[in-house]
């Protein structure tokens, strides 16, 4: 399947994940509508399938461990929660070769475990933990056995080879300028600071962040375009933690707008010079 | 003989006539009206000139329409206790109630008894796929392996992904039933336990059904107890029952499992509804009144309400292990199958039932020592649903390795038995129960011994790969039956203890959680329980292995 297909099946299951976000947080249909549009439209997203990075997977990783993570704050007791979470923090190590390290910080944050006995609290770190360390464990096993790596071979084989480095970042602060689009998330996720869903949304963006500056320090060779395309969910996941009086008010559109309009500023201003 | 209809008017109870005389004449009761005398509660009792003299415990005016009698004889219906016209029925047609009891459906639908454990036609069968891979071993020894292998790997994976999704699927949250129904609306429940040997449990059971919230005069409460078994029969007697509650004495006979002596007092039952509970069990209070708010919400093609199982001595391994396995199961495994419509192999206990449908279908299967799974699936092949009911009987687990390996042989035989029986007419169950309901029971009922007799062979080649290395399989193609089996056997476990742990979560039970890592030493344990009931079912099939109770009676 060529990434002709495969780049807009991806596009269209994201946006699938950002509107059922919405639509679980009570946001009426066509609120959710546009919001996952607008969403949808982010710089990072269709850019990483024009580089020579397998952003999109990742995206799709993360935007499934923001819905489950919601899922699970929301919930505990629930085991398709809890099972979501721990298949789609398998995705992320799968999708990327610095899934291991997002997997890795965001278990423990995520698990954002109940004031109960240590031995339940254990006992949930262990059913959370189970599925990615068995994939860690898999996956290592796989590579030193066949020397195949399968986030590796996901990342050249899945985006359109031709365009490779049609998207260079220009100097060193591409690595920090990525993160603007986050910024009118702050917003919303401030409104409900003390919320259970409101940390698990700062978990995955905060594990996120340190494992792309783990990739500089480490030297594994990522683009930051890849990272960009991560943090996409983390729009809509933060309009999912916001409680609006009126959630057919335009105001609640301003946030993924800004965030859209700054992502392809930072993109066309810092990594895309030869289009200028 | 002429069926009496008086006249058109309805017959009275005479409150004042003559008492019965403590001998029943066994000669005026006909055997033919056995079911007349069982439903109406009467009982031709004894003659004074052209009066018969019938017992009645309906206290119903109605009861002896239909009554067969001499012409020109008068009958005079005479008020007993119920007990006392039980014991008088029983007297009178004990013989012919416990052949009933163990034969009626054998009778009536041989292929669907157990008491063959095999047809000709299905020995033919085995016989033929034994030979041809005889032959085939023979002919092309790595090539039948890998091929062999591959199959049986994929049965095994196809196995537990089909766990998974059933997991997946139950886990989600059930529209129950909201409210009670009300006190007037409440109908006749029977609750039947069949106890053998468990003296020692009558306090406890006892006490577990007084607790019950439901209306005396709403309730029937049977002991099925064994002619022979005079420590229950005096235990249960030492308990100062209250009047709701009778004690049915089983005669002896074969087979001389539960089922036989649930068919035989199921001839008692009057309730509308019907539940089994065993005598260690602790239902929760307002199981009843739930079960009748399931049912009045449930179309009436919903014959069962499975309720859910678990245990009150959660403490040493095993008996953890097996609260594991009991989550699993109970709370997500057959709510799963009740979501996409699979025929469910019912739990030992706890089984709701409409009574009319069990009676409809012959009772239980007294050959099939697990007559519940088995009830389950017959339910569902004659177009009957079973669902989950949201409330939880508890009781005692098996904590002994004897005694676990016993209950477990057993229901491991059972489910052998039940994929024997129903797969003697696959056609004719693929046509009853749809394709769904066909590939759920092979993957169920069918996967669920398979894999436990699987399991072992896996080990094997593990621990063979792990001591000299996979090396050891280099010659050939013996080395990709290695690697299939290993992969198998690692997801399998991998998944076991994954599955095991999620069905803790339900109940909050998260802090048993460490337990699951050891699940594959379980499983290891529950194919040997395999192997033990595949040999007893080839050397004595309906043999009943008793599991014994009473440790934490009374907790």
Same mark, same amino acid.
């Given at each position: 399947?060529?990434?002709?297909?495969?780049?807009?099946?991806?596009?269209?299951?994201?946006?699938?994940?950002?509107?059922?976000?919405?639509?679980?947080?009570?946001?009426?249909?066509?609120?959710?509508?546009?919001?996952?549009?607008?969403?949808?439209?982010?710089?990072?997203?269709?850019?990483?399938?024009?580089?020579?990075?397998?952003?999109?997977?990742?995206?799709?990783?993360?935007?499934?461990?923001?819905?489950?993570?919601?899922?699970?704050?929301?919930?505990?007791?629930?085991?398709?929660?809890?099972?979501?979470?721990?298949?789609?923090?398998?995705?992320?190590?799968?999708?990327?070769?610095?899934?291991?390290?997002?997997?890795?910080?965001?278990?423990?944050?995520?698990?954002?475990?109940?004031?109960?006995?240590?031995?339940?609290?254990?006992?949930?770190?262990?059913?959370?933990?189970?599925?990615?360390?068995?994939?860690?464990?898999?996956?290592?096993?796989?590579?030193?056995?066949?020397?195949?790596?399968?986030?590796?071979?996901?990342?050249?084989?899945?985006?359109?080879?031709?365009?490779?480095?049609?998207?260079?970042?220009?100097?060193?602060?591409?690595?920090?300028?990525?993160?603007?689009?986050?910024?009118?998330?702050?917003?919303?996720?401030?409104?409900?600071?003390?919320?259970?869903?409101?940390?698990?949304?700062?978990?995955?963006?905060?594990?996120?962040?340190?494992?792309?500056?783990?990739?500089?320090?480490?030297?594994?060779?990522?683009?930051?375009?890849?990272?960009?395309?991560?943090?996409?969910?983390?729009?809509?996941?933060?309009?999912?933690?916001?409680?609006?009086?009126?959630?057919?008010?335009?105001?609640?559109?301003?946030?993924?707008?800004?965030?859209?309009?700054?992502?392809?500023?930072?993109?066309?201003?810092?990594?895309?010079?030869?289009?200028? | 003989?002429?069926?009496?209809?008086?006249?058109?008017?309805?017959?009275?109870?005479?409150?004042?006539?003559?008492?019965?005389?403590?001998?029943?004449?066994?000669?005026?009761?006909?055997?033919?009206?056995?079911?007349?005398?069982?439903?109406?509660?009467?009982?031709?009792?004894?003659?004074?000139?052209?009066?018969?003299?019938?017992?009645?415990?309906?206290?119903?005016?109605?009861?002896?329409?239909?009554?067969?009698?001499?012409?020109?004889?008068?009958?005079?219906?005479?008020?007993?206790?119920?007990?006392?016209?039980?014991?008088?029925?029983?007297?009178?047609?004990?013989?012919?109630?416990?052949?009933?009891?163990?034969?009626?459906?054998?009778?009536?639908?041989?292929?669907?008894?157990?008491?063959?454990?095999?047809?000709?036609?299905?020995?033919?069968?085995?016989?033929?796929?034994?030979?041809?891979?005889?032959?085939?071993?023979?002919?092309?020894?790595?090539?039948?392996?890998?091929?062999?292998?591959?199959?049986?790997?994929?049965?095994?994976?196809?196995?537990?992904?089909?766990?998974?999704?059933?997991?997946?699927?139950?886990?989600?949250?059930?529209?129950?039933?909201?409210?009670?129904?009300?006190?007037?609306?409440?109908?006749?429940?029977?609750?039947?336990?069949?106890?053998?040997?468990?003296?020692?449990?009558?306090?406890?059971?006892?006490?577990?059904?007084?607790?019950?919230?439901?209306?005396?005069?709403?309730?029937?409460?049977?002991?099925?107890?064994?002619?022979?078994?005079?420590?229950?029969?005096?235990?249960?007697?030492?308990?100062?029952?209250?009047?709701?509650?009778?004690?049915?004495?089983?005669?002896?006979?074969?087979?001389?499992?539960?089922?036989?002596?649930?068919?035989?007092?199921?001839?008692?039952?009057?309730?509308?509804?019907?539940?089994?509970?065993?005598?260690?069990?602790?239902?929760?209070?307002?199981?009843?009144?739930?079960?009748?708010?399931?049912?009045?919400?449930?179309?009436?093609?919903?014959?069962?309400?499975?309720?859910?199982?678990?245990?009150?001595?959660?403490?040493?391994?095993?008996?953890?292990?097996?609260?594991?396995?009991?989550?699993?199961?109970?709370?997500?495994?057959?709510?799963?199958?009740?979501?996409?419509?699979?025929?469910?192999?019912?739990?030992?206990?706890?089984?709701?039932?409409?009574?009319?449908?069990?009676?409809?279908?012959?009772?239980?299967?007294?050959? *099939? #020592?697990?007559?519940?799974?088995?009830? !389950?699936?017959? @339910?569902?092949?004659? /177009?009957?649903? =079973? &669902?989950? %009911?949201?409330?939880?009987?508890?009781?005692?687990?098996?904590?002994?390795?004897?005694?676990?390996?016993?209950?477990?042989?057993?229901?491991?035989?059972?489910?052998?038995?039940?994929?024997?029986?129903?797969?003697?007419?696959?056609?004719?169950?693929?046509? *009853? #129960?749809?394709?769904?309901?066909?590939? !759920?029971?092979? @993957?169920?009922?069918? /996967?669920?011994? =398979? &894999?436990? %007799?699987?399991?072992?062979?896996?080990?094997?080649?593990?621990?063979?790969?792990?001591?000299?290395?996979?090396?050891?399989?280099?010659?050939?193609?013996?080395?990709?039956?290695?690697?299939?089996?290993?992969?198998?056997?690692?997801?399998?476990?991998?998944?076991?203890?994954?599955?095991?742990?999620?069905?803790?979560?339900?109940?909050?039970?998260?802090?048993?959680?460490?337990?699951? %890592?050891?699940?594959?030493?379980?499983?290891?344990?529950?194919?040997?329980?395999?192997?033990?009931?595949?040999?007893?079912?080839?050397?004595?099939?309906?043999?009943?292995?008793?599991?014994?109770?009473?440790?934490?009676?009374?907790?």
């Amino acid at each position: 399947m060529t990434a002709y297909v495969l780049a807009p099946l991806v596009l269209t299951l994201i946006w699938i994940l950002f509107f059922r976000m919405l639509r679980s947080a009570d946001y009426p249909v066509p609120m959710s509508l546009a919001v996952a549009f607008v969403c949808i439209a982010q710089a990072g997203l269709w850019v990483s399938p024009l580089s020579a990075a397998g952003g999109l997977w990742f995206a799709l990783a993360m935007a499934l461990a923001a819905s489950s993570a919601l899922a699970f704050a929301e919930r505990q007791d629930d085991a398709r929660a809890i099972f979501a979470l721990g298949g789609s923090l398998a995705a992320i190590q799968l999708a990327d070769p610095s899934g291991d390290i997002v997997a890795a910080l965001a278990l423990p944050m995520l698990a954002g475990l109940p004031r109960a006995r240590f031995s339940r609290n254990a006992g949930l770190l262990l059913v959370l933990l189970f599925i990615p360390c068995l994939t860690a464990i898999g996956m290592a096993w796989f590579t030193t056995q066949t020397h195949f790596n399968f986030a590796q071979w996901l990342a050249r084989n899945s985006q359109i080879s031709a365009a490779s480095g049609f998207v260079e970042s220009r100097s060193r602060a591409s690595w920090v300028l990525f993160l603007a689009p986050l910024l009118p998330a702050i917003v919303p996720v401030a409104a409900e600071f003390r919320s259970r869903r409101s940390w698990s949304v700062l978990a995955l963006v905060l594990s996120v962040v340190l494992a792309s500056f783990a990739t500089v320090l480490l030297q594994i060779s990522r683009s930051p375009v890849i990272f960009m395309a991560a943090l996409a969910p983390a729009i809509p996941a933060s309009l999912a933690v916001w409680r609006p009086e009126d959630r057919r008010t335009l105001r609640v559109l301003l946030p993924p707008i800004a965030s859209t309009v700054l992502s392809w500023i930072v993109v066309l201003a810092e990594f895309v010079p030869s289009v200028r | 003989m002429a069926v009496a209809t008086f006249g058109g008017r309805r017959p009275r109870l005479y409150r004042h006539l003559p008492t019965l005389g403590p001998h029943c004449d066994g000669q005026l009761a006909d055997a033919r009206d056995l079911p007349f005398y069982l439903t109406h509660a009467v009982l031709p009792w004894s003659r004074s000139g052209d009066v018969l003299l019938c017992a009645s415990a309906s206290g119903d005016d109605g009861s002896a329409n239909g009554l067969r009698l001499p012409q020109n004889q008068k009958a005079w219906f005479v008020p007993v206790g119920r007990a006392a016209l039980h014991a008088a029925i029983e007297r009178r047609f004990r013989t012919r109630l416990a052949r009933n009891a163990a034969f009626a459906l054998a009778r009536a639908e041989p292929r669907l008894s157990a008491q063959r454990v095999v047809l000709p036609g299905q020995a033919m069968a085995f016989a033929g796929c034994v030979a041809a891979i005889g032959i085939a071993s023979v002919l092309f020894p790595y090539g039948t392996a890998i091929v062999l292998t591959i199959l049986l790997g994929l049965g095994f994976a196809s196995n537990i992904v089909f766990r998974a999704l059933l997991v997946w699927i139950g886990a989600a949250e059930f529209p129950h039933p909201e409210g009670r129904p009300d006190a007037d609306d409440l109908p006749l429940y029977t609750v039947l336990v069949p106890m053998y040997r468990e003296a020692n449990m009558a306090r406890h059971i006892v006490r577990s059904l007084n607790a019950l919230e439901y209306p005396r005069t709403r309730l029937q409460v049977i002991f099925a107890v064994e002619r022979d078994d005079d420590e229950t029969y005096g235990a249960l007697a030492e308990q100062r029952l209250p009047p709701h509650f009778e004690i049915i004495r089983v005669p002896p006979g074969t087979p001389r499992t539960k089922p036989r002596a649930c068919n035989y007092a199921l001839n008692f039952v009057r309730g509308e509804f019907l539940v089994i509970y065993d005598a260690e069990d602790r239902p929760e209070p307002d199981q009843l009144k739930r079960s009748v708010a399931a049912f009045r919400a449930a179309p009436d093609r919903v014959a069962c309400l499975q309720a859910r199982l678990n245990f009150y001595n959660r403490r040493g391994w095993l008996a953890v292990m097996f609260t594991l396995d009991y989550s699993l199961w109970f709370d997500f495994l057959l709510s799963g199958l009740d979501r996409i419509g699979v025929p469910m192999p019912l739990g030992g206990t706890s089984n709701h039932l409409r009574t009319s449908v069990v009676r409809e279908i012959g009772g239980w299967d007294p050959f *099939n #020592v697990t007559e519940d799974a088995d009830l !389950g699936i017959r @339910l569902a092949a004659k /177009g009957y649903r =079973v &669902s989950v %009911l949201d409330s939880t009987t508890f009781e005692e687990a098996a904590d002994t390795l004897p005694n676990w390996l016993r209950q477990r042989s057993r229901w491991l035989k059972g489910y052998i038995q039940t994929w024997l029986v129903h797969m003697r007419d696959p056609l004719r169950l693929f046509r *009853n #129960v749809g394709w769904k309901g066909f590939v !759920g029971f092979q @993957l169920f009922v069918g /996967g669920t011994f =398979v &894999s436990a %007799l699987l399991n072992p062979l896996l080990w094997m080649v593990f621990v063979v790969s792990a001591l000299f290395g996979v090396e050891i399989f280099r010659d050939g193609d013996a080395l990709v039956v290695a690697r299939v089996s290993l992969a198998g056997l690692i997801t399998g476990n991998a998944l076991f203890i994954y599955l095991a742990m999620l069905g803790l979560v339900r109940r909050g039970w998260l802090h048993f959680a460490i337990y699951a %890592l050891t699940a594959p030493v379980y499983w290891l344990l529950v194919s040997i329980a395999g192997y033990r009931g595949l040999l007893q079912l080839l050397r004595r099939p309906f043999y009943w292995e008793k599991t014994h109770h009473g440790a934490l009676a009374d907790p």
